[in-house]
């Protein structure tokens, strides 16, 4: 069974930092392009952040310098190092993973940058 289990969000000030972690199962992320999206209280959700399988990234111009994707293919987790944290950085974090026509969802974990 396919699955995308993110954690990690949480409550932190501005300024601050957290890891998200997206661990996945049944099937080989190495394989696969992951991807983080953000989805803010009514707004669209967006790309934040992406890395294929040559391990070439991407960012969201919004975080860029400030967060950092990454994957260890050993644990089959996929990581999003958020630093210098903004309140608007508020969203639900989904984890996403595609090859072909394969499109896998996670189910999301909250942050909240507030003072």
């Known amino acids: 069974q396919v699955r995308l289990v993110e954690s990690g969000g949480g409550l932190v000030q501005p300024g601050g930092s957290l890891r998200l972690s997206c661990a996945a199962s049944?099937?080989?992320?190495?394989?696969?392009?992951m991807t983080w999206y953000r989805q803010a209280p009514g707004k669209e959700r967006e790309l934040v952040a992406s890395i294929n399988i040559g391990d070439t990234t991407n960012y969201a111009d919004s975080v860029k310098g400030r967060f950092t994707i990454s994957r260890d293919n050993a644990r089959n987790t996929v990581y999003l190092q958020m630093n210098s944290l903004k309140p608007e950085d508020t969203a639900v974090y989904y984890c996403?993973?595609?090859?072909?026509?394969?499109?896998?969802w996670g189910q999301g974990t909250q942050v909240t940058v507030s003072s």
């Open positions: 049944g099937f080989t992320i190495s394989s696969y392009v």
């Open positions: 996403n993973a595609r090859r072909f026509t394969a499109v896998y």
